[in-house]
């Protein structure tokens, strides 16, 4: 399971990106459909500050539309993601992911370090995956 934070990191050199290549290596790949807006949003962002030109960008979408990450539909996932954004006062996109991980019973990839400490904080009343913390 993985998201945004850790997918971008493959089709983008930065901090992290040879730790979230060896992640392909030996876990299974979903998310909420949601990773395709999100992923397509980083990259354009990367053109706007100049990062990434046009052309890197879309190849980089293209590659990341063939990775082989099994996208499964948000529509289920919104009221536990609502709930657990607000036990863990977080937003829902992130909470969508993690919802989801729990679901499929999987670890959860990110390289959200707040994301990570949010729910290292939180009660263990509230159900959470395994967490793969890529540093960034």
Same mark, same amino acid.
């Given at each position: ?8 990191? $493959? @089709?983008? /050199?930065?901090? &992290? /990106?040879?730790?979230? $290549?060896?992640?392909?290596? *030996?876990? *299974? ?7 395709? @807006? ?5 990259? $354009?962002?990367?053109?706007?500050? +100049? ?10 979408? +293209?590659?990341?539309? +063939?990775? &082989? ?11 536990? /993601? ?10 829902? =996109?992130?909470?969508? =992911? ?6 499929? &019973? ?6 959200? +370090?707040?994301?990570?400490?949010? @729910? ?5 009343? @509230? ?10």
């Amino acid at each position: 399971m993985v998201d945004a934070s850790i997918a971008i990191k $493959w @089709v983008v /050199a930065e901090a &992290g /990106a040879e730790q979230a $290549w060896r992640l392909r290596e *030996r876990h *299974r790949f979903l998310a909420p459909d949601l990773l395709a @807006v999100e992923c397509t949003n980083i990259l $354009w962002k990367k053109v706007r500050l +100049g990062e990434l030109t046009a052309e890197e960008a879309s190849l980089a979408c +293209g590659i990341l539309a +063939g990775a &082989g990450i099994e996208l499964c539909p948000m529509r289920p996932l919104m009221r536990p /993601a609502l709930r657990l954004a607000l036990a863990l006062d977080h937003s829902a =996109y992130d909470c969508a =992911y993690l919802v989801l991980a729990l679901q499929a &019973g999987v670890p959860f990839a990110t390289a959200d +370090g707040r994301l990570v400490r949010k @729910v290292a904080g939180c009660s263990s009343e @509230v159900s959470v995956p395994e967490i793969i913390c890529v540093a960034v």
